[in-house]
Nanobody, 120 residues
Framework: VQLQASGGGLVHAGGSLRLSCAAS????????MAWYLQAPGKQRELVAR???????NYADSVKGRFTISRDNARNTVDLQMNELKAEDTAVYYC???????????????WGQGTLVTVSS
């Protein structure tokens, strides 16, 4: 299983970016998908998570500005980021909790990370 993230880049404060992540390989069901960020010198932290039934939760710092969504048929998760701030600058990683076979164990997978830079 691989997670391929895309969509990072450089944007001015107040602008928008959309990150996308696609899971590929032998997948029975993806239970949860999420985006994390890791700023320089800091630990990786949760930005937003979405479950198989589209329940979502967000970090307080992004509520009202970011929206996570997923397409179960395509095994993708997107993060729409609006009103970006300089403090949103980080490497963003997609993450998935998934099962490769019916009745099997749940495994975690990480994407390779995509850099988001917000200039003030």
């Amino acid at each position: 299983v691989q997670l391929q993230a895309s969509g990072g880049g450089l944007v001015h404060a107040g602008g928008s970016l959309r990150l996308s992540c696609a899971a590929s390989g032998t997948i029975f069901r993806i239970n949860r998908m999420a985006w994390y960020l890791q700023a320089p010198g800091k630990q990786r932290e949760l930005v937003a998570r979405i479950t198989n039934d589209n329940s979502t939760n967000y970090a307080d710092s992004v509520k009202g500005r970011f929206t996570i969504s997923r397409d179960n048929a395509r095994n993708t998760v997107d993060l729409q980021m609006n009103e970006l701030k300089a403090e949103d600058t980080a490497v963003y990683y997609c993450h998935a909790n998934l099962m490769t076979v019916k009745g099997g164990y749940e495994y975690q997978y990480w994407g390779q990370g995509t850099l988001v830079t917000v200039s003030s």
